[in-house]
Nanobody
Framework: VRLVASGGDSVQPGGALTLTCTASGFALDDYAVGWFRQTPGKEREGISCLSENSDATYYRDSVKGRFTTSRGNGKNTVSLHLNSLKPEDTAIYFC???????????????????WGQGTQVTVAS
């Protein structure tokens, strides 16, 4: 059972990236999936949630309208599309699953059952 986040890179302000969370050993489609990010000295912050049956998405205000999350259509993946990136989006990004829809929608890191390793996103001129 494993979760891997990938796709991080260095981009200029206003740029775009797509992060991918890939699961192995279980069906990611059966679970809610959250994306979190963390910068040095700060707590891990939940920024998006895709509900278990994919009928709802939630976004923190700081990324609403710029980031979108979606499933990979049978590829056992969930993506986070990052648009109009800002320097303050610089962080290590993590995906997480095995979490209830409620806690996921609250961007809570409590009771996350499985974390992916982080992928670095850097936004700078």
């Amino acid at each position: 059972v494993r979760l891997v986040a990938s796709g991080g890179d260095s981009v200029q302000p206003g740029g775009a990236l797509t992060l991918t969370c890939t699961a192995s050993g279980f069906a990611l489609d059966d679970y809610a999936v959250g994306w979190f990010r963390q910068t040095p000295g700060k707590e891990r912050e939940g920024i998006s949630c895709l509900s278990e049956n994919s009928d709802a998405t939630y976004y923190r205000d700081s990324v609403k309208g710029r980031f979108t999350t979606s499933r990979g259509n049978g590829k056992n993946t969930v993506s986070l599309h990052l648009n109009s990136l800002k320097p303050e989006d610089t962080a290590i990004y993590f995906c997480a699953t095995h979490i209830s829809d409620y806690l996921c929608s609250q961007f809570s890191a409590s009771d996350v059952g499985l974390w992916g390793q982080g992928t670095q996103v850097t936004v700078a001129s």
